[in-house]
């Protein structure tokens, strides 16, 4: 018996050991990674044979959620396929989409290699079909509705193909697409399928020693074969709750990171100006240090991105196979996963996307989906988050010290801690947190209205104070010159 107990002891400590592959980490206020317990473990990882396909899947590319139904872009399969995910984490195939239904004889009703599918809220379908050079709008029954085609406006370069590869809605019914070598941002259509104009261009950056070198001391040929100075190329895009457009670069200089220039995930307003928060001064570019090791070096290039309820947002880095996760003031929440065959590890994540919180992970070259589950530890950061977001400090604040019980050393908990104080307007409190992790900015400003309440608390304490050191001295004085005046007669 006892023999028995211990192997079982043995199997399941083998099996904890799997399952939790302690790659989570955070940053410090130096920079520095701190590892921390596991935010989310695997719960599954689902192929071909667990999705019961009679064909392997081929390039899967782009994964969208909607309510409890997510749909598997099968790339060169040229088919869309639709699974319902259950309260028990287990999947079930629903139908394999490869046609729609059409009565117009010049609408071709099957794909050719496509790439994204977006889902909107009255259920209408949008499919990047992007080797027909399209994207096409279906109801939920796959009744053909319309085609949005290349654009026909002397603003749009005829002399490129239309391959459009990301798409997004808006509840209106209004579209964004990505297109493959489109570098003005967003192809933006009305409902009807008119095209408006182009959405959310980045901003040209260029070095002027650069510029110049180029106008004026290189030939034609030369200046032919140098890089032009166009705006960067988004490569994926996800649309909020609240109708903002999350989106996603790859192309970036290294050491733009730093200062800002590069902003390799923006959020769009209906202007296309970027409103990403960033309160940190570490900013949401994934990792924030990228020496080589493994055979991988450079920074961190975002392959999809996700927003949660709780206005969470999540980036898939394909350099190193890693999701971030960032609270809505650009503060990063965790990092975890790596480049690897094991689960839980790619090795080339094309597509993230969630129900409720847990995570459907996409890996084009494994053909797989893996799903996450968060933790214990990661519950609670996001219930601390969502009661701070909800205005219930203290709640926030009870499950950020329940946070720091299972991770003294997560930074932002002191942060959400002395944030929660600082709302309820306990400003020696909220001090006392700020400073315990160096956030001086926030200290400073805790301190000035801490300073503000004192005096006011104090001011009739103050006046006497003051009154007594400016009367003292002159009744001490007047007392002073009558005795002396009396004793004179």
């Known amino acids: 018996m006892k023999k028995l107990l211990l192997t079982l ?4 400590s ?5 399952s939790a592959k302690n790659d989570t980490y955070i940053y410090d206020f130096w920079e520095s990674v701190q ?3 596991d935010t989310y473990r695997v719960s599954s990882v689902l192929y071909a044979d667990d999705l019961k396909l009679e064909s392997q899947l081929k390039n899967p590319s782009s994964i969208f959620c909607f309510d ?5 872009v099968d790339t060169d399969n040229n088919r869309i396929l639709e699974f319902t ?11 394999i989409i490869e046609s729609f239904n059409c009565e117009d004889p010049e609408v071709i009703n099957t794909f050719n290699s496509p790439h994204d599918i977006f889902i909107n809220q009255d259920k209408t379908m949008f499919v990047a079909d992007t080797n027909n050079n399209r994207v096409v709008k279906l109801d939920f029954d796959l009744n053909y509705i319309m085609s949005f085609v290349e654009p026909d406006n002397v603003i749009y370069d005829k002399e490129k193909s239309f391959f459009p590869e990301k798409v997004v809605a808006d509840r209106t019914g209004r579209l964004y697409v990505l297109a493959k070598n489109v570098n003005k941002g967003f192809v933006k259509y ?7 104009n182009f959405f959310g261009a980045t901003k040209v950056t260029y070095n002027w020693t650069d510029y110049l070198w180029k106008k004026y001391f290189t030939t034609k040929a030369q200046r032919e074969q140098m890089v032009a100075f166009v705006p960067t190329e988004y490569s994926n895009a996800y649309i909020d709750s609240e109708g903002f457009v999350y989106c996603v670069t790859k192309t970036f200089e290294e050491w733009d990171l730093r200062s800002g220039k590069a902003q390799p995930l923006r959020r769009l307003n209906a202007l296309g100006d970027d409103i990403l928060i960033k309160e940190d001064e570490a900013l949401p570019i994934g990792d924030l240090q990228f020496d080589q090791g493994a055979g991988i070096k450079g920074p ?13 947002y999540l980036a898939m880095d394909e350099t190193r196979g890693r999701i971030f996760a960032y609270n809505n003031q650009g503060n990063l929440l965790f990092a975890f996963g790596n480049k690897g065959n094991i689960d839980g590890y790619f090795r080339s994540p094309a597509a993230l996307d969630h129900v409720g919180k847990d995570l459907f992970v996409v890996d084009s070259i494994n053909s797989s989906v893996t799903i996450f589950t968060p933790t214990e530890y990661g519950n609670l950061i996001y219930e601390a988050t969502e009661y701070f977001n909800s205005g219930e400090y203290d709640k926030s604040a009870e499950a950020w010290k329940k946070v720091l019980e299972l991770n003294g050393n997560y930074d932002l908990a002191y942060l959400g801690l002395g944030k929660a104080a600082y709302r309820k307007e306990n400003y020696k409190e909220a001090m006392h947190y700020f400073k315990v992790k160096r956030y001086r900015r926030k200290y400073s400003k805790a301190f000035e209205y801490y300073r503000k309440e004192w005096v006011e608390q ?4 103050i006046v006497l104070v003051i009154l007594a050191l400016i009367l003292i001295p002159l009744i001490v004085k007047i007392v002073k010159r009558v005795k002396s005046e009396l004793e004179s007669l």
């Open 9 to 12: 002891i043995i199997f399941l």
């Open 35 to 37: 590892n921390s317990p």
């Open 14 to 18: 083998v099996c904890v050991s799997l």
């Open 68 to 72: 409890n139904l997510v749909f598997l």
């Open 458 to 461: 104090n001011l009739f304490k």
């Open 85 to 95: 995910y259950n309260e028990n984490k287990t999947v079930q195939l629903n139908r």
């Open 300 to 312: 961190s290039h975002f392959s999809d991105v996700t927003v949660l309820d709780n206005e969470v």
């Open 190 to 196: 009305e409902a009807d399928g008119s095209f408006t």
